[in-house]
């Protein structure tokens, strides 16, 4: 079981980045993904989730309207596109996968509900 990240990198204020997280090793298809970030000495928090059952999303109210997940199937990647970017979305970047049990249990936007996570990858704004 294996999530690799990649897309990461500095951009400016306003500027985008699309991530992409590459799954293997079982079928995420009943899994729910999520993207969730990290900045230095703060909590990881979610930034959006899709049920890959259903394709239903979900995100922060910090990243509404700015950012989406989407996933590829027929190459087991999922992605985020990050639009309007700001000096507050900086922080490593990870990909999850979850158990719909799990999900069903803790919420899709809690990273108790998570089993399955990637290393990570780092977005700085400026």
């Known amino acids: 079981v294996q999530l690799v990240e990649s897309g990461g990198g500095s951009v400016q204020a306003g500027g985008s980045l699309r991530l992409s997280c590459v799954v293997s090793?079982?079928?995420?298809?009943?899994?729910?993904m999520a993207w969730f970030r990290q900045a230095p000495a703060k909590e990881r928090e979610a930034v959006a989730a899709i049920w890959s059952d259903s394709g239903s999303t979900h995100y922060a109210d910090s990243v509404k309207d700015r950012f989406t997940i989407s996933e590829d199937a027929a190459k087991d990647t999922v992605y985020l596109e990050m639009n309007s970017l700001k000096p507050e979305d900086s922080g490593m970047y990870y990909c999850a996968a979850g158990r719909l049990d799990e999900i069903e249990a803790f919420g899709a936007m809690t990273s108790k509900a998570y089993s399955t996570w990637g290393q990570g990858t780092q977005v700085t704004v400026s």
């Open positions: 090793g079982f079928n995420y298809k009943s899994y729910c």
